[in-house]
């Protein structure tokens, strides 16, 4: 098992957002936390990697506990995170953005600069143009590709699909099937159910802190009353 949540709890200030959440991710595959805006999702992912302390609870990464652990630590062991706003250097170039995660990680391995242009193709030839003048699909591209960077064995993607055009969300889940063909394992967490189907095969489907029903994502597509309650579909 390449991560397991056992009974986390995470707060902001005396208010507990995350109520006692457990689930786990077993090395190669695609997994998602489902559910709606508020339903815990980022607090979680927050939660292992470091950007938000748990109150209580564990945090397994390939059986060592990283409870607490601070962001860089996470990073260098081997976690890739992408936040939802993406949070790439506006100020510096594409290929300035990517070289700076492989100097500051120092972690070796598969991915290299040509093999993230290989990725996204599109970044090519926006090498040397500044993240501030990037759109938002080309921003998504280069903070996935500067995660990568960091030769993860776990790349955690918050809300991937959110904001993107039909186009560019069909190149998204081409690029999470060849990173999971490359030996990545993904954590991702997104409230469109019918992204979350094409790339992942189980989910954890999340409300107001708490896990109510996890499974194949084929079962929870296939179950209606599940998805008209917890999902708005």
């Not at 260098?76 to 953005?97: A, H, K, M, Q, S």
């Not at 990037?134 to 993860?152: F, Y």
């Amino acid at each position: 098992m390449i991560l397991e949540v056992h009974d986390l709890v995470t707060a902001y200030g005396l208010g507990a957002v995350i109520h006692g959440v457990s689930f786990e991710v077993e090395a190669g595959e695609v997994v998602c936390l489902l559910g709606r805006n508020g339903a815990g999702k980022t607090t979680t992912l927050r939660s292992v990697m470091g950007l938000t302390s748990p109150r209580s609870g564990r945090i397994e990464f390939k059986g060592e506990d990283i409870t607490g652990r601070q962001p860089f630590e996470a990073a260098r062991l081997g976690i890739g995170y992408v936040p939802d706003d993406r949070r790439i250097f506006p100020d510096l170039t594409v290929e300035e953005n990517l070289e700076i995660v492989r100097r500051v990680i120092r972690r070796d391995g598969q991915w290299t600069m040509e093999r993230v242009y290989r990725l996204f193709p599109v970044l090519t030839d926006l090498r040397a143009n500044h993240g501030s003048g990037l759109s938002g699909g080309e921003q998504k591209m280069l903070a996935i590709g500067r995660a990568l960077m960091g030769n993860p064995t776990l790349l955690i993607l918050d809300e991937p699909s959110e904001g993107l055009s039909p186009l560019m969300v069909k190149t998204l889940i081409e690029a999470i099937r060849q990173i999971q063909r490359e030996g990545v394992t993904l954590l991702i967490a997104d409230q469109n159910v019918k992204f979350a189907r094409v790339v992942a095969g189980r989910g954890y489907i999340m409300e107001e802190g708490n896990i109510c029903h996890s499974g194949q994502l084929e079962e929870l597509w296939a179950n209606e009353q599940i998805l008209r309650r917890y999902l708005a579909v």
